[in-house]
Each structure stands twice: as structure tokens, then as C-alpha cells.
């Protein structure tokens, strides 16, 4: 693979994310669940919060979903990449789509459902800057297996999934087996210490036959490990991977390969806003150094740097100035 030029494919849900700035309060009256993760209650359960959260603040509209948060970073830093993923074919699909290809991104394997509208995600940001999902994946949910095709692997070195997808197990497993068809490294995003749960037991063995380079925070790495050590969890997913990433917040990150040392790289810390997309952007940083051959001190710099412009804005959408400075920063 060392001869092919450098190109991604990401496997994700494409949702309009729906941000709000609410208080503890409101967590505790409309959304349910533990604060910080992700859940899907039903639509219209997403369509009460929303009202609700209409009449206390104003609601911003930005397309997201994890794995295109990491990818339209890659492509602000010059790296090619394509996603994998469904829309509907709605107003929201139409933005959504839009604004990947206006990053310079590959469009050709977004497919399209006719019948169910654009998924979306109520991300609900408390003074903190933690945010709490509640999403609705709408046509994201509908991808079948027989749309995974060789021909979306055309020309693609490397291939990032999230962990979300695993929602999907027969998309989700048919993309690793294709990807490793044609030669692709891997790095999947644990996406969730909700997913993390719900599918630990599947988990191991998709880390240990498919994954090369895996992606965790405190929380997921927990999850996974029953450790609240994110060395010791590190350790223990070290023993399926050949690379692994515990990003432990303000904390920084502790990174290994195997036959390697443990790496602690600082954050770089700032004043939060809004930590939507700081796990995705984070990774996009890593990814920027690591395909590249860089070593993991490296690029858990390039991780940290590109982590801390996104949690200084609300949204993952980092701006055109300030990417002309990572850009800089990483080169």
C-alpha cells in the first residue's frame, strides 16, 4: 500500500446536527438517560425535546455524524476522502450532501433513500460544554448490505468506521470484510460508552480481525475494559490492536502500539465552548500524522491541536482562518 496515494473512505451516519446550549435542568426534565452519551429514542420523543429546547434557546443547524467530522477535517488538511453513508433525499439530504462536496469531499458512495428523511441528532450542550445526544437516524438507518460495493473501495488506503454503525451489524460487518478486501488499514471510533455496552461482546472479536488502530475515550475505554485506569484499558485493547487511543479530556490522551511504550501527549488547553466533535476532530489529527508514517507522539500533537480549535466554537465546523493555521501547525 505504500505505493497508493493516501485516500479515505469513512462509514458513518450523515445527520444534521440540531445544537442547543441548555441548562443540567433541562437534562434532567426532557432527555433522559445518563448525561454526556448518545441514545435514539424515537422520532417524535426527538421532536418534543427539540420544541422544548426551541422555547429556551436558539437551535443551530450543522451537518455532522462522527464519521464526517473526522473526514471534512482530513480534507481541510489536505488528505482525499469519500463517505460511506445514506441520506435522504429531502431539503436536509440535499444540504448535508452539499456541504461534504463543498469541502472537497468524494460523494459517490452517500446513498440515497427516497422514502425516509435525513437523520439528525439533538445535541444538547450544558454550561460545562459536555454535550448529550439524542439522535434520529432516519434514512442513516436504512442502509443495506448489498449497497456495500467493491467499487466504493476503489482507490481507498484506509478506512474509518464509527462505532455507531454497529447498529447496522450486517453494513457494519461487510464494510470491514471489504475493506480488508482491498488491502485497507482500519480505525474504528468506539463512538459511545452506550455502544460500547450494548455490543462488548461482539467487539472483541471485530477489534482482533479487522482493526488496526482503535479510538477511545475514558468513558468507552471503561466500558470495554471494567478498568478505570486508562492505562490498564489501554493495555487491555493493546492485546487486539496494533494501535490504540485513550483520549482522556483535559487530560490529554495515552496512545500505544505494540512493542512500543505507553505515550502521554498533553492537551492543549483552552477555554470550552462546546466539546461536540472533539473526539472526531481529535482523530482527524491523529489520522493526519499517522497515515503519513508519523510516530504516535507526533501525531497525538497533531490530535491535540486540532482538538482544541474545535471545542472553542459551538459546532464541529472549525473556520476557514483557523484551519489555515493548522494546516501550518501540522506541515
Not at 485516500?7 to 443540567?24: I, M, P, R, T
Not at 448525561?35 to 418534543?48: C, L, S
Not at 439533538?122 to 439524542?134: G, K, N
Request: charged share 25%.
Amino acid at each position: 500500500m505504500a505505493d497508493r496515494p493516501i485516500k479515505v473512505l469513512g462509514g458513518g451516519s450523515a445527520l444534521l446536527d440540531l445544537l442547543v446550549h441548555v441548562d443540567d435542568s433541562f437534562i434532567a426534565e426532557y432527555a433522559g438517560g445518563e448525561k454526556g452519551g448518545m441514545t435514539m429514542p424515537p422520532p417524535e420523543e426527538i421532536a418534543r425535546m427539540q420544541a422544548a429546547a426551541e422555547n429556551v434557546s436558539t437551535v443551530t443547524k450543522s451537518p455532522g455524524g462522527s464519521a464526517a467530522n473526522t473526514l471534512c477535517g482530513l480534507l481541510q488538511l489536505g488528505i482525499p476522502c469519500a463517505f460511506f453513508a445514506k441520506t435522504g433525499t429531502d431539503e436536509n439530504g440535499k444540504i448535508y450532501r452539499d456541504s461534504f462536496a463543498a469541502c472537497g469531499g468524494d460523494c459517490r458512495s452517500i446513498k440515497l433513500n427516497d422514502n425516509v428523511p435525513t437523520g439528525r441528532c439533538l445535541c444538547l450542550i450544558t454550561p460545562d460544554s459536555q454535550r448529550t445526544m439524542r439522535t434520529d437516524l432516519g434514512a442513516s438507518g436504512t442502509l443495506l448490505e448489498e449497497e456495500v460495493l467493491d467499487a466504493d473501495f476503489d482507490g481507498i488506503t484506509h478506512f474509518h468506521l464509527e462505532g455507531y454503525l454497529l447498529y447496522n451489524m450486517p453494513v457494519f460487518l461487510k464494510l470491514l470484510m471489504t475493506a480488508k478486501k482491498h488491502g485497507c488499514t482500519v480505525s474504528l471510533d468506539l463512538a459511545s460508552f452506550e455502544v460500547v455496552r450494548t455490543f462488548k461482546a461482539e467487539l472483541e472479536t471485530i477489534l482482533r480481525d479487522y482493526v488496526d488502530l482503535v479510538f477511545a475515550n475514558e468513558d468507552e475505554a471503561q466500558a470495554f475494559s471494567g478498568s478505570d485506569d486508562p492505562v490498564k484499558s489501554l493495555e487491555i485493547l493493546l492485546e487486539l490492536c496494533q494501535t490504540v487511543c485513550v483520549k482522556v479530556g483535559k487530560n490529554g490522551a495515552y496512545i500505544a502500539s505494540h512493542g512500543e511504550n505507553v505515550v502521554h501527549v498533553d492537551a492543549k488547553l483552552v477555554k470550552a465552548v462546546d466539546t461536540t466533535g472533539a473526539g472526531d476532530l481529535w482523530q482527524t489529527g491523529f489520522l493526519a500524522g499517522w497515515l503519513k508514517g508519523k510516530d504516535n507522539a507526533v501525531s497525538g500533537r497533531y490530535a491535540a491541536a486540532v482538538a482544541a480549535e474545535v471545542v472553542q466554537i459551538t459546532g464541529a465546523q472549525i473556520p476557514a482562518d483557523r484551519w489555515a493555521v493548522l494546516r501550518e501547525e501540522i506541515k
